[in-house]
């Protein structure tokens, strides 16, 4: 387990968001803006389709052709600027009955007020 994996595993977050895609990636964005201490888990910059597209073309803000690993990039770096933290990890199971939810991945488990699934 990292350093960052242990640290995440201490904190009970505002919000943790499941998906480090443009979709969990713009949640982040707001809610860390917001002052909420947030956490997204995600598989891997480069498992999802974005981070594998060589080409996007016609994306919201972007004029030019730019590859998706890039874009992501340039996303994940937005939200991080924020204060938003990434985590590596698969998800297994999420408890979301409990006050406090949890979100179970395979290097631990991540305690948060809110989950977004993204």
């Known amino acids: 387990m990292s350093d960052t994996q242990a640290d995440a595993q201490q904190k ?12 969990g990636v713009s949640a982040a964005i707001y809610t860390a803006r917001a002052d909420l201490s947030t956490l997204i888990v995600d598989k891997g910059i480069s498992s999802g389709a974005l981070g594998m597209a060589s080409k996007i073309a016609n994306y919201p803000g972007c004029e030019a052709e730019i590859k998706g690993l890039d874009l992501l990039e340039e996303m994940r770096s937005q939200a991080v600027k924020f204060g938003a933290e990434f985590i590596q990890d698969k998800v297994q199971a999420v408890d979301l009955m409990s006050e406090d939810k949890t979100v179970y991945g395979n290097a631990g488990t991540y305690p948060g007020k809110i989950v977004v699934i993204a």
């Open 12 to 23: 009970i977050y505002d919000v943790v968001i499941i998906g480090g895609g443009p979709a």
